[in-house]
Every structure is written in structure tokens, then in C-alpha cells.
């Protein structure tokens, strides 16, 4: 359980934070948002995996954020940018020996996309850059989809509740799709299969499942599913079997959702 809590908090948690502060500091490439991201996720789920608590992760997200920053703005200290690509060395795959850096060698520090004079004057403005906002409404663009399933399907299909529903649709904002569907898809997963275990309690001798190796296959259905879309389908066609088994109809899909679903 303490692990599910630690995985929860850091893909809730580096997203939306590194995503904020690269926006502020005028960072607009996507590749380099992702770059950074990893670099602080990596960081984090290395330390958990060393016995770090959420408690010990929260104090640790913040400090890496700020050698981030101190990364982006060039005011990193020399010996702390150096143990900082220690980090990042041992959270990559291994580089040939002909791309190693010497000890010599200075560090180079990436460049922000906006001078640190023009991202300062964004910061204190409170205005977004241009290319900012237009990545917001990217993400905002590219979300729009799955938040109406969220709000809409989802809770008619009583595998959301509607308080549920709007957690989630909070906890993209800001946030790639595929970091956080694979949390959603699993609530789904154990509603849905709650739901169909009730119904067959329920009804012993009408559900349509009524061998093992029918319930089995149904468990592997619901377990195999990996999006939201693909969670909605099945959801469909279950409660269509149900339909079937019962009655011996052919209620469509939008008649069941008017009707009382049988869980």
C-alpha cells in the first residue's frame, strides 16, 4: 500500500511542479520539459527505492526543484551541478566510453528558451509568454477528450462518482494524458469488476457468467483493459451480456444508460 502512495504521490506530484517552473523560468520546448521531468522523477523514485517516505519525498521534491532552477538560470554552484549529473548518469543507460566527460571538461548548462531577463520579467508580470501559453492550450487541447469521458461516461456508467470524476479532471491539469490515465484506468478496473461481482450476488442464477471459466475470462477482460476508452467499451458490452441474459432484448446503449444500470 505504502508503495501505491509513494508511485501516486511523484506521478501526481513532478508534472504539474516541473512544468510550473519551467514556464516561469521561460522554458517553452516540450522535449526539454520532458527532459527535466524525468531528471526530478528518476531523482525521486530513486530515493524511494533507497527508503524515502512521502513525508522525506516532499522535502526532497522541493530542494531538487530549486537545484533545477539554479540548472536552468546558470547560478548552479560547480561541485553541486557535478553530483547533480551523477544523478542523471545513474537514472540513464550507459555511454560508450568515447562520450564519457573528463574531469576537466567544463559543464555546459542548457540554455532557457528565453533569456533569464525576459522569463524574470514574465515571472514578476504574471503573463505568460506567448509560446507558454500556447503550450498550455495544447495540453488543454489534448485533454478536452477525456475530461468529458471523465464527467460524462464515466459517471453514468457508475464507474466515477461525480466527486471522483472532478479529482481526476484536477489532477490532469498541467499533466500529460499518458502519466496519469494508467491511475484512472486502474480505479476503473476495480469499479467495474466490483460492480460486476455485486450483480452476479445479486442475481445467482440470471447472470450471464454462470461457469468459472466464464468469470475468469471476464476478470482477464476487465484486468487486460488499458484506457479509458477501452474501460467505457467493456463496460458496454458487459452490460449488454447482462441485457441479453435477462431479458432477451436488444436494448441499445443509450437505452441502458437512461435506465438504471443493473448494479
Not at 478536452?144 to 464507474?159: I, R, S, Y
Not at 490515465?181 to 450471464?208: A, C, F, G, W
Request: aromatic share 6%; proline share 5%.
Amino acid at each position: 500500500m505504502q508503495d501505491h502512495k509513494i508511485r501516486e504521490y511523484i506521478s501526481i506530484n513532478v508534472t504539474g511542479r516541473v512544468f510550473v517552473l519551467c514556464a516561469k523560468e521561460g522554458i517553452t520546448s516540450t522535449s526539454q520539459i520532458r527532459k527535466y521531468e524525468k531528471q526530478v522523477r528518476d531523482f525521486l523514485e530513486q530515493k524511494a527505492r533507497q527508503g524515502a517516505d512521502i513525508k522525506a519525498l516532499e522535502q526532497l521534491t522541493s530542494e531538487r526543484l530549486e537545484l533545477l532552477r539554479q540548472e536552468i538560470t546558470g547560478q548552479l554552484p560547480e561541485q553541486i551541478h557535478h553530483d547533480v549529473e551523477k544523478v542523471k548518469l545513474t537514472a540513464q543507460p550507459a555511454h560508450p566510453v568515447a562520450e564519457a566527460v573528463e574531469p576537466s571538461e567544463k559543464t555546459v548548462v542548457s540554455k532557457p528558451a528565453l533569456s533569464p531577463k525576459k522569463a524574470a520579467k514574465a515571472a514578476s508580470s504574471g503573463k505568460k509568454s506567448p509560446e507558454v501559453a500556447s503550450y498550455q492550450e495544447k495540453l488543454s487541447f489534448h485533454r478536452k477528450p477525456v475530461v468529458e469521458l471523465l464527467k460524462k461516461e464515466c459517471v453514468d456508467f457508475h464507474l466515477l462518482t461525480a466527486e471522483r470524476a472532478k479529482y481526476w479532471v484536477h489532477h490532469l491539469s498541467g499533466r500529460f494524458i499518458e502519466d496519469v490515465e494508467p491511475d484512472i484506468v486502474s480505479e476503473l478496473s476495480d469499479t467495474l469488476l466490483k460492480n460486476v461481482r455485486t450483480y452476479m450476488r445479486k442475481h445467482k442464477k440470471q447472470h450471464p457468467w454462470q461457469s468459472p471459466m466464464a468469470r475468469e475470462q471476464v476478470r482477464k477482460d476487465i484486468a487486460s483493459t488499458k484506457t479509458i476508452k477501452g474501460m467505457l467499451t467493456l463496460t458496454s458490452q458487459i452490460l449488454w451480456e447482462i441485457r441479453q441474459s435477462s431479458r432477451g432484448g436488444n436494448t441499445g446503449l443509450l437505452g441502458r444508460i437512461r435506465n438504471k444500470l443493473p448494479w
